[in-house]
């Protein structure tokens, strides 16, 4: 399973960033698709996750904030952050489960800052 993901940037503190992260090959494989973050000096922390049927959990930092949604038919995973806080200024990873086999897959990191 390789994982593509686009988005991130810069954004000024209460604006809104949307992440994107498409995945390719055996995706069968995999149900669980979601985002991880990691600040410097900072261990790697949920952000969200969903089923292929659309449930969802979050971090307790993001609740309310952020919105993990899925379309099934292009494989993509997407993370809408809005009320954004220079405390969420992280790389962001997509993640995915192999079911299967319980390996994990990451994508490459996207930066997101929130700066004023």
């Known amino acids: 399973v390789q994982l593509q993901a686009s988005g991130g940037g810069l954004a000024q503190p209460g604006g809104s960033l949307r992440l994107s992260c498409a995945a390719s090959?055996?995706?069968?494989?995999?149900?669980?698709m979601g985002w991880y973050r990691q600040a410097p000096g900072k261990r790697r922390e949920l952000v969200a996750r969903?089923?292929?049927?659309?449930?969802?959990k979050y971090g307790d930092l993001v609740k309310g904030r952020f919105t993990i949604s899925r379309d099934n038919a292009k494989n993509t995973v997407y993370l809408q952050m809005n009320s954004l806080k220079p405390e969420d200024t992280a790389v962001y990873y997509c993640?995915?489960?192999?079911?299967?086999?319980?390996?994990?897959?990451w994508g490459k990191g996207t930066q997101v800052t929130v700066s004023s």
């Open positions: 969903i089923t292929s049927t659309g449930n969802t």
């Open positions: 090959g055996s995706i069968l494989s995999i149900n669980v």
């Open positions: 993640y995915a489960p192999d079911k299967f086999t319980g390996m994990d897959y």
